[in-house]
C-alpha cells in the first residue's frame, strides 16, 4: 500500500509534553506498552515523568489468582520473592529516568516492608524523586501488623522544594528535624493518615506550607496540639482521630481562606466562627468533639452544619447563618440540646440517640416540643431509641405547655430496647409533633414488635382512654400505608390488617415501613 503524505503517523510527531499528557489518560500498564510501537514511542516512555508503583497490583499481575493472605512461612517466601521482582522493576526504570535528568511529575509507591533492605530502597527512591523535583509525591506502607512510625522517612524528603502534594500512609518521621529544615513553599495538599510525628514536625510541616489549601489529618498519632493559624491560604481542613489519640487542642483561628472544616475526634475546641475571621465558609462538621465555651457562628455563607455527639454545645451556643440550608444535629437525650438557637430558622434533620441511662419523661416531651417550635423549620426527627426508662402522661404535658403539636414532614424510629413502654412512646411523640410521614426501621425483633403494635395503635385510634383529655388519636383523620415497592411513587394503601401484614411480608431491602399520617 502505497503511503500518501497524509496517511503517515501524525501523533507521533506531537511534542513530547502532548504525548505524555495522552499516556496520563490510560493505566500505567497500558502505557508501559506503548515503548515497543516505535524508538520515538520508547523514548516517550522513558521520559514520562508519573511513577505509579502499587505492589498488589503487581503481584496480581504475577500470581494470577494465587492467594497470598495466609501467614504461613511458604505465602512469607513467595511474597519476598515478589518484593524483590518488583522492587527490582522500581529500581531499574526510576535510575534509568534519573540519569536522563527528567523532573519528576508523579511519584506514587505503595509497598510492604518485610527486610531492611527493602527499607534502604526506599529511602533511595525518595532521594531520588526529591533530587528530581518531584511534584507530587504519594507513599503507602502496607505494614499494618507494625507501630505507626516502623518505617521512618528520610529527611531527604525536605529538600523536594518543588513539591507541591504530599500524601503519606502508614510511616512516621524521625524526630529531631533540625530548625528551619522544612521549606515546601509550594505545597499545596498535604495528606498523612496512620503517620506518627511529634508537636515539633507538625509545627514545621503546617509552618513551612504557606500556601497549603488542604490538609487532611487521619488517625495520625505523637502530636497533641495542632496549631494552624499562620495557614492563610487554607481552604480544607479535615482531622480525623482515633479514640485514644494524643490530639488534644485545635488553633485554626488565622485560616481566613475556610470554606470546609471536618474534625472527629476527642478533641478541644473553641469553636467561634464569625464573617470577619472566616469570610468564606460554607461546610461544618463536628463528631464527638469537646466544645470549650459553646459554638457561637455568625456567618452569612454558612450553608451546611453538622453537629454529632458533642459536649459542651448547649448553654451559650448561638448560630446565626441567614444561608443555612441544612442542619443535621445528633445528640443524647439531655434536655440541654434544646438551647441550641439557631437565628434565622434553617431546615433541621435533628437525630437523637437515646442510650439506656437516658430516662424519657413528660418534661423531655415537653422540652422536645418546645425545641421544634423555636427551630420553626425542622423537616426530619430521626430517634434511635435504646433506653429502658421512659414514661408520659398528657395531663402533666399539657400543664407544662400550650403549644400545638408541631408540624413535621417526617418522623422516623429505630427501636433498640425490648423494655420500652410502646404506648408511652407514641403518646409523647405524637403529643409533641404530627409527622406527614411516620417511618419505622425493621431490622431487629424489638422494632418488629414496635410495629405491629403501631399498626394495631393507628387502626383502633377511635379508641381513646381518657375522654377529657383531647389526645393525638382526636387529631389523625387518616393513615395510609406507603408502598414498600421502590418502582411505585409513593402512592399510600388503606392500613388494615392484612395491608400491615403485607407491607411487613414484602420489605425487600429497604427494611422500613412508612405511614402516612393525614391530620
Given at each position: 500500500m502505497v503511503k500518501t503524505p497524509n496517511s503517515g503517523d501524525r501523533i507521533s510527531g506531537f511534542p513530547d509534553e502532548i504525548l505524555h499528557q495522552i499516556l496520563s489518560f490510560v493505566p500505567?500498564?497500558?502505557?508501559?506498552?506503548?515503548?515497543?510501537?516505535?524508538?520515538?514511542?520508547k523514548h516517550i516512555w522513558n521520559s514520562y515523568p508519573v511513577f505509579e508503583f502499587n505492589e498488589s497490583s503487581f503481584a496480581s499481575a504475577v500470581l494470577d489468582g494465587i492467594n497470598l493472605t495466609d501467614a504461613t512461612p511458604q505465602c512469607?517466601?513467595?511474597?519476598?520473592?515478589?518484593?524483590?521482582?518488583?522492587?527490582?522493576?522500581?529500581?531499574?526504570?526510576?535510575?534509568?529516568?534519573?540519569?536522563?535528568?527528567?523532573?519528576?511529575?508523579?511519584?506514587?509507591?505503595?509497598?510492604?516492608?518485610?527486610?531492611?533492605?527493602?527499607?534502604?530502597m526506599v529511602e533511595e527512591w525518595i532521594g531520588l524523586a526529591a533530587k528530581n523535583n518531584v511534584k507530587e509525591f504519594h507513599l503507602k506502607i502496607n505494614n499494618g501488623n507494625c507501630t505507626l512510625h516502623c518505617f521512618s522517612l528520610p529527611q531527604t524528603i525536605f529538600s523536594a522544594k518543588s513539591l507541591t502534594v504530599l500524601d503519606l500512609f502508614g510511616c512516621g518521621f524521625n524526630p529531631p528535624i533540625a530548625k528551619n529544615a522544612i521549606n515546601f513553599?509550594?505545597?499545596?495538599s498535604l495528606f498523612l493518615e496512620n503517620v506518627y510525628l511529634d508537636d515539633s514536625t507538625i509545627q514545621q510541616l503546617t509552618s513551612s506550607g504557606r500556601n497549603m489549601e488542604i490538609l487532611h489529618l487521619i488517625n495520625c498519632k505523637g502530636f497533641k496540639r495542632l496549631e494552624i493559624s499562620g495557614l492563610v491560604k487554607l481552604i480544607n481542613l479535615t482531622v480525623k482521630t482515633l479514640y485514644w489519640s494524643d490530639l488534644s487542642w485545635i488553633d485554626c483561628s488565622g485560616c481566613r481562606s475556610l470554606e470546609r472544616v471536618y474534625v472527629d475526634g476527642r478533641v478541644s475546641l473553641n469553636c467561634v466562627f464569625e464573617d470577619r475571621d472566616f469570610p468564606y465558609l460554607k461546610y461544618l462538621s463536628f463528631f464527638n468533639c469537646i466544645f470549650v465555651d459553646g459554638i457561637k457562628i455568625s456567618s452569612h455563607r454558612l450553608e451546611s452544619l453538622m453537629l454529632d455527639e458533642c459536649e459542651r454545645i448547649e448553654g451559650k451556643s448561638v448560630i446565626f447563618a441567614p444561608k443555612l440550608s441544612s442542619m443535621f444535629y445528633i445528640c443524647g437525650a439531655k434536655p440541654s440540646f434544646?438551647?441550641?438557637?439557631?437565628?434565622?430558622?434553617?431546615?433541621?434533620e435533628l437525630q437523637l440517640n437515646l442510650r439506656s441511662r437516658d430516662r424519657l419523661l413528660t418534661p423531655w416531651f415537653v422540652q422536645l416540643k418546645e425545641f421544634l417550635h423555636m427551630q420553626n423549620q425542622t423537616k426530619i426527627l430521626d430517634l434511635f431509641l435504646f433506653t429502658e426508662k421512659n414514661k408520659f402522661d398528657s395531663e402533666e404535658a399539657s400543664r407544662s405547655s400550650l403549644l400545638q403539636p408541631y408540624a413535621l414532614e417526617s418522623l422516623v424510629l429505630h427501636i433498640h430496647s425490648g423494655k420500652l413502654n410502646f404506648a408511652a412512646i407514641m403518646d409523647g411523640l405524637l403529643w409533641s409533633c404530627h409527622p406527614q410521614i411516620l417511618s419505622v426501621a425493621v431490622n431487629n425483633r424489638f422494632e418488629l414488635c414496635f410495629l405491629e403494635f403501631l399498626g394495631q395503635t393507628l387502626m383502633d385510634r377511635n379508641y381513646?382512654?381518657?375522654?377529657?383529655?383531647?389526645r393525638w388519636q382526636h387529631s389523625l383523620k387518616d393513615v395510609t400505608i406507603m408502598r414498600c415497592d421502590e418502582d411505585e411513587d409513593g402512592v399510600g394503601i388503606p392500613l388494615g390488617r392484612y395491608s400491615l401484614r403485607d407491607a411487613i411480608t414484602n420489605l425487600g431491602g429497604r427494611k422500613t415501613v412508612s405511614f402516612k399520617l393525614k391530620w
Open positions: 500505567m500498564k497500558t502505557a508501559a506498552r506503548t515503548c515497543v510501537l516505535s524508538r520515538r514511542w512469607t517466601a513467595l511474597w519476598t520473592t515478589l518484593l524483590n521482582k518488583f522492587t527490582d522493576v522500581v529500581d531499574r526504570r526510576l535510575h534509568k529516568f534519573c540519569e536522563s535528568k527528567f523532573g519528576i511529575q508523579t511519584f506514587d509507591l505503595s509497598i510492604t516492608i518485610l527486610e531492611p533492605k527493602f527499607a534502604s513553599q509550594h505545597l499545596h434544646l438551647r441550641l438557637k439557631l437565628n434565622p430558622p434553617c431546615q433541621l381513646c382512654r381518657d375522654g377529657k383529655m383531647k
